[in-house]
């Protein structure tokens, strides 16, 4: 049973910082490719950042240079540091994951299988 449970979310003014967490089980595959998704209020789920079993990463065009996503394979957890966030990056985060890992990692939703429940993030102006 494949469990992903995010943690980390909250209110922030903008300007400030954030890290997500995602603790993960359930795995019995030794390569896969985990990402942070988001979804705002009327607007649809989109890619933010991802990372594939050798560390290669991937991201949005609007999170570069601010978000970074690591995972730490000995604690199974996945993490998505977020500094200098705008009020445009207010939304739900979801963790996901998918038992394949290609290079460079996808931003692509139906490539993920495997969802957590999301955790808010809201920045205010």
């Known amino acids: 049973q494949v469990q992903l449970v995010e943690s980390g979310g909250g209110s922030v003014q903008a300007g400030g910082s954030l890290r997500l967490s995602c603790a993960y089980s359930?795995?019995?595959?030794?390569?896969?490719?985990m990402a942070w998704f988001r979804q705002a209020p009327g607007k649809e789920r989109e890619g933010v950042a991802a990372?594939?079993?050798?560390?290669?990463?991937t991201y949005a065009d609007s999170v570069k240079g601010r978000f970074t996503i690591s995972k730490d394979n000995a604690k199974n957890t996945l993490y998505l540091q977020m500094n200098s966030l705008k009020s445009e990056d207010t939304a739900m985060y979801y963790c996901?994951?998918?038992?394949?890992?290609?290079?460079?990692?996808?931003?692509?939703?139906?490539?993920?299988?495997?969802w957590g429940q999301g955790t808010q993030v809201t920045v205010s102006a």
């Open positions: 996901t994951a998918a038992p394949v890992s290609v290079s460079p990692p996808p931003l692509y939703e139906p490539f993920f299988g495997d």
């Open positions: 990372i594939n079993s050798d560390g290669s990463t």
């Open positions: 359930g795995y019995t595959v030794s390569t896969y490719s």
